[in-house]
Nanobody, 124 residues
Framework: QVQLVESGGGLVQAEGSLRLSCAASGSIFSIDDMGWYRQAPGKERELVARVTAGGSANYSDSVKGRFTISRDNANAKNTVSLQMDSLKPEDTAVYYC????????????????WGLGTLVTVSS
């Protein structure tokens, strides 16, 4: 069984910063891409940022230049973080961590795992 545990959400004023972290644990051979989605009230879940196992990152246009995703695979830490700067009220949402986890070999089987979400509220 694989679990993702997020931390770091909270309330912040506009132009402030927050850092989200997500740690994967359980029966993990390796993790392909990891990242963050968010869902604002009344809106669909959208991709915020993701990073591959090799470290290549991509971002949604709405957060490019303000958010930075990073990943730590060393010593089986399997963590991903999202540094959020220059936050705006429209960044208010529940942020969900996800990971594509290799849970079996021969044949390879990947499992998409999601965290429970952490609320980020940006006040104006």
């Amino acid at each position: 069984q694989v679990q993702l545990v997020e931390s770091g959400g909270g309330l912040v004023q506009a132009e402030g910063s927050l850092r989200l972290s997500c740690a994967a644990s359980g029966s993990i051979f390796s993790i392909d891409d990891m990242g963050w989605y968010r869902q604002a009230p009344g809106k669909e879940r959208e991709l915020v940022a993701r990073v591959t196992a090799g470290g290549s990152a991509n971002y949604s246009d709405s957060v490019k230049g303000r958010f930075t995703i990073s990943r730590d695979n060393a010593n089986a830490k399997n963590t991903v973080s999202l540094q959020m700067d220059s936050l705006k009220p429209e960044d208010t949402a529940v942020y969900y961590c996800y990971a594509n986890v290799l849970v079996a070999r021969y044949p390879a089987r990947f499992l998409e795992v999601w965290g429970l979400g952490t609320l980020v509220t940006v006040s104006s």
